[in-house]
């Protein structure tokens, strides 16, 4: 009989110098089968191996970010880091990035990032710093994202039509050249590239901020009492109301004067400022928020178009009761100064992207109905004159600013901030319109994308190699080559690792009978695998490593056996680690 097995070597192929190759994973007609959670004993294993598994979880990390090696350049750590899409300057890593200033200012020299130091600095972060490599966030594979997104803004950047804004001085000092955009997810990934931390002011765009603080404060009723919310048909600047006298929407300058008014009524300006203020840096999760004095005496000096509209709105009555119409122009001049940078503009964005929660921070800014509301209007009205083309070719909420701002939001999923200064005809920023265009032309971002027939475009949402036989197959060769930082990696991303190709051969058949005696330790060490699975010609691992001569892997899996054993004998459910266990349950 055990002749009879040797001879009918499954799922390799003899070679000349004694190696084998497997077959290519197959997976049966049926698809395949759904694995039942085991969720019944992780609170006990949790609370039994606590110390421990934590610890193990740490080392899991560790060896994957450092490909097995005990000591790496402390720039490998924040390289891989910023791979996932974390910044350094994400105060969610706050304490870790101190403990590297720290170590680093206290030894001279390259400092090396041992195990000692990774435990220190991950301890408080561990929780993100799992979801981060696990490939757990909104976009998994966020290098090769930001790599797309390059190409764009190289694209992009060829573009020399448009004209800088003059009819504010301030506007026209900027140069044609400066093109920069910055972006954020939901779960604070982020990615800069061209001019991003350069200060501009968000003119227009901030007036979807301040609509969402009003009703945020006062609730939808009581703002909408005073500002429609229908498109115009009009320039962003004209003498018109709807039928009811009243601003047709909150994203024209009528409109956004009288929501100025709204914002605490019983304040004085400087009150009224620093309110406004506090929230868009919460919403930035307190990374720059300036305020441009010059651009606001430049608006003030050049505001008589703003003065025409604020004095025929007060002959219609638009204003509260109470409201003084030169100080709620004020007000808006103020606002329209406040400076952000791209990097900011972005985390802006992304708040309203989170449903009013700061992704960096997670602090609740703006409440769910505030945000709907205001991703609608920007939807419908954001862009001036180009808001229907807005919404047919790119489909999604955005807000532009004369000074060369485009606000874009991908509801849960992202905020962008575009910044270049020349302006098209109707007053949007051309550069920033292309760079909208091509994002949905590249990736299914377009609200109407999911259907059957958009099948073509990319979704950075979906996970790298999610396809099973991918999956079997990248497990497989990853134990055929050795290659333990593979392993790990698909450990710590929760890949199956007892799964199984056509023959139904696992990893631990595969390099059992290469002799990768490293790998069979951590399939059995740390993954736990079941070290009884048959082949469907009835070989266990141990029987791959004796056929093959490799005594050692042989020994390593009789000691295995023999615990794998005694664990399901003690009622202990086998087959999964405390560390893989602890790792589930964390994320």
Known sequence: MHRLRALRRPACVQLPAGRKVFTAPHTPAGGPTTR???????????????????????????????????????????SALKKTGLHPSDPRLKDCMEELRQAVKESVGEVMMGRDLFHRCVGGNIVLLIQAFRKKFVIPEFDVFAGKINEIYTRVEKQRDGRVADYIPQLAKFSPDLWGVSLCTVDGQRHSVGDTKQPFCLQSCVKPLQYAIAVHEAGTEQVHRYVGMEPSGLKFNMLSLDDEDKPHNPMVNAGAIVISSLIKPRSNKAEKFDFVMDFVKKMAGQEYVGFSNAMFQSEKETGN????????????????????????????????SIEVTCESGSIMAATLANGGICPITGERVLSAESVRNTLSLMHSCGMYDFSGQMAFHVGLPAKSGVSGAILLVIPNVMGVMCWSPPLDRVGNSVRGIHFCQELVSLFNFHNYDNLRHFVKKLDPRRPDGDDRNKSVFNLMFAAYSGDVSALRRFALSSMDMQLKDYDSRTALHISAAEGHVDVVKFLTEVCKVDPFAEDRWGNLPMDEAEQFGHQEVAKVLKDYQQVYRQQEGGGSPAGQSPIM?????IV
Request: hydrophobic share 30%; proline share 4%; aromatic share 14%.
């Open 36 to 78: 039942t959670p085991r969720t019944h004993h992780f609170q006990l294993k949790t609370n039994v191996h606590s110390k421990s598994s934590s610890s193990g979880v740490e080392d899991l990390l560790f060896y994957t970010i450092t490909e097995g090696k005990e000591h790496v350049p402390i720039s490998c750590f924040t």
């Open 305 to 336: 178009r703003n003065f025409a509209i604020g004095y025929y709105m007060k002959e219609k009555k638009c204003f509260p009761l109470g409201a003084d119409m030169i100080d709620s122009l004020d007000f808006y001049f103020q606002l329209c």
């Open 581 to 585: 266990d602890t790792i589930e349950v």
